[in-house]
């Protein structure tokens, strides 16, 4: 499809295991964002890429918390040592970038993953 | 850290009511994103609002950007089960990142 893709949907993992969730964007959107929405809570902004830099990691709440893009293109963000509070769905979401960081075009999202921590 | 607030935080209405939700902040706003999420999706874009005073109208949702754009809002005429969801305001602040804020959200239920 032409949509944002995200995998796993679904993770059941246990406390203290690393996870990744993955992250393949519209083609030809260069602007990236991982967001995290627990139960009840809004979006939280995580990270955003512009191509393969990151110039806003702002977000990330601890250093158990990494993202990586390669090409341009698919974004893997990893949690290690995962904690109970880390439970949540991690949403993805792309955009073009309108060359200025105020700018925003409409952001696209995939349906996100729902990680749970055992 | 800028806050955006919205309220009602819930909203249970039967259909062809009308209703209003709010979003604010202390903060200016460089442009304002109304989005619509539905169960087990991600937020699909409504609107995008930049100019203050502005007024956009989608069938039967009308939304107005404050004069000083800090704050916004979403009217709906005549609800519809259809418009069930959590309706989130999104904006980005002139001294901020690259992150695009959300707030909490507003969750609306129509009833028939």
């Known amino acids: 499809g032409a949509g944002v893709s995200q995998s796993p949907s679904n993770k059941v993992t246990e406390k203290g295991k690393d996870v990744e969730l993955r992250c393949d964007p519209i083609s030809g959107h260069t602007a990236l964002y991982w967001y995290r929405q627990s139960l009840g809570q809004g979006l939280e902004f995580l990270i955003y890429?512009?191509?393969?830099?990151?110039?806003?990691k702002s977000g990330l709440p601890s250093d158990r918390f990494s993202a990586e893009r390669t090409g341009g293109s698919v974004s893997t963000l990893t949690i290690q040592r995962t904690q109970q509070e880390d439970s949540a769905v991690y949403l993805c979401a792309s955009s073009l970038f309108l060359g200025a960081k105020w700018s925003t075009g409409e952001l696209f999202f995939g349906e996100g993953s729902r990680l749970t921590v055992l | 850290t800028q806050l955006l607030e919205q309220s009602p935080q819930f909203l249970s209405i039967q259909e062809g009511e009308n209703l209003t939700v709010y979003c604010n902040s202390s903060s200016v706003f460089s442009s304002l994103q109304w989005y619509r999420q539905e169960p087990g999706e991600g937020p699909v874009l409504l609107v995008t609002?930049?100019?203050?005073?502005e007024v956009k109208k989608l069938k039967r949702l009308t939304f107005q950007f404050g004069d000083a754009r800090k704050d916004s809002s979403l009217h709906i005429t005549a609800a519809q089960p259809g418009d069930t969801g959590l309706y989130l305001c999104a904006g980005h602040y002139s001294n901020s990142g690259y992150a695009l804020n959300f707030g909490k959200g507003t969750s609306l239920l129509v009833t028939p």
């Open positions: 609002v930049v100019t203050g005073g």
């Open positions: 890429f512009q191509g393969n830099s990151a110039p806003d």
